[in-house]
């Protein structure tokens, strides 16, 4: 079983900086994605950025020259560094994990770490 607990969320002004951490526990050894996903309510969840197995990155078109999306193997960890912080970043945000496990790809979901950027 995987279980994946972020931090880091806060309240931070325009113009601000936070990094996200996503803590992995359990067995990732097979890992197919991995990404930060975001959520405001009344929409869907949206790609803020993601990295394949193979480590090639995509981010959302907004967030692009100012998020980060960075990983520590060794320690489980995945982070998004945000930078250059606008109140449309406001939401709450979510790491996932797609893990290979007996021949399909499951889903695993942190439980959210909230970002408020006010103007």
């Known amino acids: 079983q995987v279980q994946l607990v972020e931090s880091g969320g806060g309240l931070v002004h325009t113009g601000g900086s936070l990094r996200l951490s996503c803590a992995a526990s359990g067995s990732i050894s097979n890992i197919y994605t991995m990404g930060w996903y975001r959520q405001i309510p009344g929409k869907q969840r949206e790609l803020v950025a993601d990295?394949?197995?193979?480590?090639?990155?995509t981010y959302a078109d907004s967030v692009k020259g100012r998020f980060t999306i960075s990983r520590d193997n060794a320690k489980k960890m995945m982070y998004l560094q945000m930078n250059s912080l606008k109140p449309e970043d406001t939401a709450v945000y979510y790491c996932?994990?797609?893990?290979?496990?007996?021949?399909?790809?499951?889903?695993?979901w942190g439980q959210g770490t909230q970002v408020t950027v006010s103007s």
């Open positions: 996932k994990y797609q893990i290979l496990q007996r021949g399909s790809v499951r889903d695993y």
């Open positions: 990295m394949s197995g193979g480590g090639r990155l």
